[in-house]
Nanobody, 120 residues
């Protein structure tokens, strides 16, 4: 089991920046993929960015060039650096971890979420 705790959300003006952190309760070296998802009011949860254990990254088109995901295995933490924020980035941001298992469903865990609000 992995417990994920997000922090760093808040209120920011359009064009501003925030850095989200996701602290894991155990070593993340063996976790295959960690990522950030977001859910705006009345909308489905959507992928924002993911990073593999090998460092490969994947971004939603809407955040490419503005957001950067990174991981620090020495601190068991994943970060999401968000720049040039837009009002449409307003959402609750969730941290996610996925560990593949041979012959069994993958293990997936979620954090409790952190609110990001971007004012125009």
């Amino acid at each position: 089991q992995v417990q994920l705790v997000e922090s760093g959300g808040g209120l920011v003006q359009a064009g501003g920046s925030l850095r989200l952190s996701c602290a894991a309760s155990r070593n993340i070296f063996s976790i295959n993929t960690m990522g950030w998802y977001r859910q705006a009011p009345g909308k489905q949860r959507e992928l924002v960015a993911t990073i593999s254990s090998g460092g490969s990254t994947n971004y939603a088109d809407s955040v490419k060039g503005r957001f950067t995901i990174s991981r620090d295995s020495t601190k068991n933490t994943v970060y999401l650096q968000m720049s040039n924020l837009k009002p449409e980035d307003t959402a609750v941001y969730y941290c996610n971890s996925e560990t593949l298992r041979i012959g069994a469903p993958s293990l997936t865990f979620w954090g409790q979420g952190t609110q990001v609000t971007v004012s125009s």
